[in-house]
């Protein structure tokens, strides 16, 4: 079946500019997951939304980050005036029921982004 | 001091070797414990679950989970040139933490035919 999907692969931007990562959950999941990805840092909590309920915004690194997710499916991470500091992987997930913590989380393969 | 120290490695052994792979952790109310697999270009996959403290074992893997020492592992016996791989330790806790998954750093690993 479908798995979890991102887009674009890649993305390259110049300092400043505004970029808008987009995820596409498993279709029924009701829990979606973003992580950042940085070389030598492992994978680090964004932020996670759950069904219609307020999202989990507590790893957003600035004001410069922000998520929404629309119908309670497709997720969308824009980060406004990027640094080049924000150069990472973008990672999205999504679990059946974020409710439960044993929940499985499973990952897309990522969005690579660099900003110049 | 971060939440869950893991080696980074690089980690280099010959097919067939015995594959041990370890991360601590510092917060006590950690109560899941995962091991994902992740190959290049790739997101992470889940390898292993172990709740709480204890053994599982799964084919060729086997997750170890000590929590009076706060201390996980995985061994990988007979490894293959396919385990080749980073392997990233998650852990998270019980109640509102339960969503947020902590990852360590990764060990990248190469097995070598």
């Known amino acids: 079946g479908a798995g979890v999907s991102q887009s674009p692969s890649n993305k390259v931007t110049e300092k400043g500019k505004d970029v808008e990562l987009r995820c596409d959950p498993i279709?029924?999941?009701?829990?979606l997951y973003w992580y950042r990805q940085s070389l030598g840092q492992g994978l680090e909590f964004l932020i996670y939304?759950?069904?219609?309920?307020?999202?989990?915004k507590s790893g957003l690194p600035s004001d410069r980050f922000s998520a929404e997710r629309t119908g309670g499916s497709v997720s969308t991470l824009t980060i406004q005036r990027t640094q080049q500091e924000d150069s990472a992987v973008y990672l999205c997930?999504?679990?059946?029921?974020?409710?439960?913590?044993?929940?499985?989380?499973?990952f897309g393969p990522g969005t690579r982004l660099l900003v110049l | 001091q971060k939440e869950v120290e893991q080696d980074p490695g690089p980690l280099s052994v010959p097919e067939g070797a015995i594959v041990s792979l370890n991360c601590t952790y510092s917060?006590?109310?950690?109560?899941?414990f995962m091991w994902y697999r992740q190959y290049s270009r790739k997101g992470p996959e889940l390898l292993m679950y172990?709740?709480?403290?204890g053994n599982k074992e799964d084919g060729r893997f086997t997750a170890q989970v000590d929590k009076s020492s706060k201390y996980i592992s995985l061994f990988i016996r007979d490894s293959q040139p396919s385990d080749s791989a980073t392997y990233l330790c998650?852990?998270?806790?019980?109640?509102?933490?339960?969503?947020?998954?902590?990852f360590g750093q990764g060990t990248r690993l190469t097995i070598n035919p």
């Open positions: 998650a852990m998270s806790a019980d109640g509102q933490g339960a969503q947020k998954l902590v």
């Open positions: 939304f759950q069904g219609n309920s307020a999202p989990d």
């Open positions: 917060n006590s109310a950690f109560q899941y």
């Open positions: 997930a999504s679990s059946l029921d974020g409710l439960r913590g044993r929940e499985t989380q499973y």
């Open positions: 279709s029924g999941h009701t829990a």
């Open positions: 172990t709740y709480s403290s």
